[in-house]
């Protein structure tokens, strides 16, 4: 993919699109209706597309398109067309292995203007909000659990053969500049006075300035930031937070993987996590009695325990079951070392992930309280003190993540851990 702008580029309107889509929809995905009669709305609230919803008579979607910049940067940060045609291949990828149940519909993709349409989400809500508005949701933790695990596992070198993973790393590896935003965002700029940084001041001005000289935290920060650029090891969502999540009472959907490529598992996985310890941090700044507080915080730690259990049973048995990569390859472990070895390795697996799970998710939550891209959670908190105290707590817990993951066991002691904060 090319990053020059195509000839026929137009950045469309909700004027414009009902005449684009007239030409260029799919004649299988019919809307209904004449293209004049179409309702389009933009309602894009993410830092980086234009979104509009297009309703017929009998049908409506969803229409994504990319901007040459970055929406929430505006024209002074240019960025490439070629996100949408990532996010439109990540879906496809993800659809094939955790199906549409996980993941929305996508319909057709145009390269030129940089466009895709996908299935429209009704009645669900991203999931951010409703965590904010104190929502419980009786299947997310099976289905995120379920998700990362079929994504992980079947783009891995121990679920897929190594010539289509090397092809996928290959093909990924041109989402670079998506990647480079996360290197700065997340593994760089939180970590020194960096012009973009955006932390509740003057609340926390002396807590930045002890997380810039926090050498203990910092070098495993880097050492991560190395891992996050080179390791590799499966297909990733990318930006896995509860914003890139819909929801109704019953059922999940996984949406937003622009920033997909061939990475580390644990920071997919870390990144969820993290974004549920940031709404436990949150609480005290939404519910109205400690007792309320205290009990949605029991749900969100039972949320992190049930994901990762989910995830980790689901793993297991696709690494049992449907193992078709070459990493602790069948011929020895079925047939020579047997059962217990293979265990073990999936024991050392899980425990190395694990750990590299809980720093990611640290790094997560300090990004989002000191870099550019803060979280509804904590930035709509008005009382600026109230907000700074929870923000406090949570960069505790965020660097006790990075500089002591290993003395963790379990995701229960994580949230006990979250609990004396
Ligand atoms: C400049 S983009 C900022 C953030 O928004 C996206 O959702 C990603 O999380 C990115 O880091
Ligand atoms: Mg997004």
């Known amino acids: 993919m090319s990053n020059a702008i195509p000839a026929g580029y137009k950045p469309q309107t909700s004027e414009t699109l009902s005449g684009y889509l007239a030409k260029k929809l799919p004649p299988e995905l019919n809307l209904g209706g004449m293209p004049e009669q179409w309702q389009v709305t933009e309602v894009g609230d993410g830092n980086l597309n234009m979104v509009f919803v297009v309703s017929g008579s009998a049908k409506t979607i969803i229409v994504k398109q990319a901007l040459p910049w970055l929406r929430a940067g505006g024209e002074g940060w240019p960025l490439s067309l070629t996100r949408a045609g990532f996010e439109y291949n990540v879906l496809c990828h993800e659809a094939q292995f955790a199906g549409h149940n996980l993941v929305p519909e996508v319909y057709f993709y145009d390269q030129e203007m940089a466009v895709f349409a996908m299935e429209y989400l009704t009645p669900h809500v991203i999931l951010r909000k409703e965590l904010i508005a104190g929502k419980k949701f009786p299947n997310l933790a099976r289905d995120v659990g379920t998700f990362i695990a079929r994504t992980l596992f079947h783009t891995s070198d121990i679920g897929m053969p190594a ?38 001041s003057p609340q926390l001005d002396a807590d930045m300035e002890k997380v810039w000289h926090d050498k203990e935290m910092i070098q495993v920060a880097m050492r991560y930031k190395f891992k996050f650029m080179t390791e590799a090891q499966a297909l990733l969502h990318g930006d896995l937070h509860s914003g890139s999540i819909m929801v109704t009472e019953s059922d999940t959907k996984v949406i937003d993987p622009e920033f997909g490529f061939m990475g580390p598992m644990a920071f997919d996985i870390g990144n969820y996590i993290g974004n549920l310890l940031l709404s436990f941090f949150s609480r005290p700044g939404w519910d109205a009695t400690a007792e309320a507080c205290e009990e949605y915080q029991h749900w969100l730690i039972d949320q992190m325990e049930e994901t990762w259990a989910v995830f980790v049973t689901h793993f297991r048995q696709l690494w049992n079951e449907k193992t078709q990569g070459e990493a602790w390859p069948s011929e020895i472990y079925q047939h020579y070392l047997g059962h217990d070895a293979r265990e073990e390795a999936q024991s ?27 979280v509804a959670d904590f930035k709509l908190i008005n009382d600026a003190d109230l907000r700074a105290q929870c923000e406090r707590r949570a960069l505790a817990m965020a660097r006790e993540l990075i500089v002591n993951a290993r003395l963790f066991g379990s995701m229960s002691s994580v949230g006990q851990f979250a609990k004396t904060r």
């Not at 992930?353 to 790094?363: Q, S, Y």
Request: with cysteine; net charge negative; hydrophobic share 40%.
């Open 163 to 200: 010539e289509e993973k090397k092809a996928l790393t290959a093909e990924f590896s041109l989402n670079h500049e998506l990647c480079k935003i996360t290197e700065d965002l997340i593994f760089t700029e939180p970590y020194y006075p960096a012009e973009r940084n955006d932390w509740t």
């Open 348 to 374: 050392q697996f899980f425990a190395t992930l694990f750990e590299d799970t809980l720093v990611n998710a640290g790094m997560e939550m300090n990004r989002r309280i000191i870099g550019f891209a803060g």
